[in-house]
């Protein structure tokens, strides 16, 4: 028996050890585990800036300034995991496809979101391509890098079924382990001619952590303005929906690269 004990014991020690979930030191346990069984995380976030999701990455404090430097009229925070793409994510061939795919911003016209006010699936973007400066509106093609830089800025042209006209800042950097994007309003939104978000004030940090077939999806969107926004439960349902269709939007990009 004692043998035989010891037998077991050998070939308990002999199995390898159970490897840890790749995301596991930047979220926490149990919001991964809502992650793994398929859920899309959100939260609003306070008029304080307080950010209650954001993954442990070296970019974390630079994100949560940006909440944080002043009162917010509406935010909210989106996690979800991208999965089951046919190649790793994280080789060299995978960071660069993500990089291009997060600059293929003529591939966001036409993409949809779930809207709130009208209870129904509408189209998000009428039309969308790069730019050549935030001053000049003439259309040039979508970036395309054959290797991985340390970052650029490029501007965008929308537009927008709600926010209606706009051109953005999109900043974009690789940060070894994740790819950073800033984007930021350039023009004026108006409602009814009114001026309701001034330039720099509507603003999306888009956090991407790839692990091998697997991608960490952060999202985080806010509005600061003076005016009145209504009913901010369905407000931060909007910009929630929002992040939700570029992220649908990405993983589309990023599976049909990867397909032979």
């Known amino acids: 028996m004692r043998l035989l004990l010891v037998a077991i014991q050998t070939m308990i020690l002999a199995l390898p050890a159970m490897a840890a979930d790749p995301f596991s030191p ?44 002043g009162r917010l009229a ?53 039309q969308s391509f790069a730019v050549q400066s935030a001053k000049s509106a003439t259309r040039i093609p979508d970036p395309l890098y054959s290797e991985l830089p ?11 079924q709600t926010f209606g006209r706009n051109t ?5 950097s690789f940060r070894g382990d994740h790819v950073l994007a800033r984007i930021e309003n350039l023009s004026t939104i108006s409602f009814a001619l009114i001026p309701l978000v001034r330039p720099g004030n509507f603003v999306s940090w888009v956090v991407l952590a790839p692990a091998g077939a697997d991608l960490l999806f952060y999202g985080a969107s806010y509005i600061r303005t003076s005016f009145p926004i209504g009913d901010r439960r369905s407000r931060e349902e909007s910009l929630a929906n929002r992040l939700l269709a570029m992220a649908r939007w990405l993983e589309s990009r990023l599976s049909a690269a990867a397909s032979p």
Request: no cysteine.
């Open 26 to 69: 930047a979220v926490a346990a149990s919001v991964l585990a809502r992650l793994r069984a398929g859920e899309t995380v959100t939260a609003s976030v306070r008029a304080d800036g307080l950010l209650t999701q954001l993954p442990s990455i070296g970019s974390r404090e630079e994100i949560s300034a940006d909440f944080t430097r």
């Open 150 to 160: 340390a970052g650029d800025v490029l501007f965008t042209y929308q537009e927008d």
């Open 168 to 172: 953005y800042r999109e900043s974009f």
């Open 74 to 126: 509406v935010g909210v925070e989106v996690l979800r995991i991208l999965g089951g793409f046919p190649r790793p994510v994280d080789a060299p061939a995978g960071l660069l496809g993500l990089y291009n795919a997060l600059h293929a911003v003529s591939t966001m016209k036409g993409i949809t979101y779930w809207s709130v006010t009208h209870n129904e699936e509408r189209v998000l973007f009428s």
